[in-house]
Structure formats: structure tokens, C-alpha cells
């Protein structure tokens, strides 16, 4: 009897998928963490005591309509 040679298109195909899809996944992760850590860089110096932001004049502007 013959033995059926393993198809090694299929197996580096199939590897080639994982490893893509890992490394897609890494970066998407990546680039979420870092884009998230620039939009919540402060602008504005913090003082003591009352400072109106930008959610709370989307809310009193809410309070107005």
C-alpha cells in the first residue's frame, strides 16, 4: 500500500492564516491603546476648585433644548 504524502500547500497556508491573524490583532490593539492615550492627553492646566469641561458644557447645553 501506498503512503499519502502530507499536503504541504495546505499546512503553510494554514499557518500562514494564524500568523496573520495574530499579527492583525496586534496591532489593532496597538493602535487602539495608543490613539486612546493622545485623545486623553490634558490640554488644560487643573486648578483647584470648579472648571467647566467639555462634558459638562455638552450637558448644560443638553438642560437648554
Known amino acids: 500500500m501506498k503512503k499519502q504524502q502530507p499536503d504541504l500547500g495546505r499546512r503553510s497556508l494554514l499557518k500562514a492564516i494564524t500568523v496573520g ?3 492583525s490583532v496586534a496591532i ?3 493602535g487602539t491603546s495608543v490613539a486612546t492615550a493622545a485623545e486623553t492627553t490634558p490640554s488644560v ?3 483647584d476648585g ?3 469641561t467639555a462634558h459638562i ?3 448644560y447645553n443638553s438642560l437648554r433644548s
Open 45 to 47: 492646566k487643573h486648578t
Open 57 to 59: 458644557r455638552s450637558y
Open 21 to 23: 491573524g495574530t499579527a
Open 50 to 52: 470648579y472648571h467647566e
Open 28 to 30: 489593532a490593539a496597538t
